[in-house]
């Protein structure tokens, strides 16, 4: 049987749903849109998406807290540029990469509730494996993990994620 490429159904292949895929997406737009506007110093735009009552979480150094001092203006840090290296939606969770320089390597992970960004976790040199739990026995699947290129340089806590 030969099947046309106009009739395959994308969560045929992928095995994820149309309406699934499409919200992963916004979801993913939201997120690039806070770098965006931290890099651009526009307020304005980050208090659209991001909630009041943010829940952060941080995992690091207790000098590198730069996004907090960012989201809350207590700082612009001209000095440290967030850049993401890749970005992964994964249901309501966002998760982003990026390093500044050789020496400073961070993950976050944005929680979307209704259209807003609730919560942060964010992990500074520190390695990070995202897995998602599949049954009471223990049993899991791992969704993302920190890149290779992180991993070898040099001695960085590994955390696992377990949502």
Known sequence: MKISPGKIEPEKVSGVSPSVM???????????????ALRGGDMEKLEKVVGKELEWWYHGPPHCH???KMLTGESTHKGFKFRPRRI??????VIVEGREGMEEYWVHVWSVKEGIIAQLREYFNTLLTVVLRVSEDGDEARLWRSTPWARVQGSLPDLVLAI
Not at 22 to 36: D, F, I, L, S
Not at 88 to 93: L, Q
């Open 88 to 93: 992964r939606a994964i249901g309501d969770r």
């Open 22 to 36: 499409e919200h992963e997406n916004r979801n993913r737009k939201m997120v690039k849109m806070v770098y965006k």
């Open 66 to 68: 730069h996004m907090m």
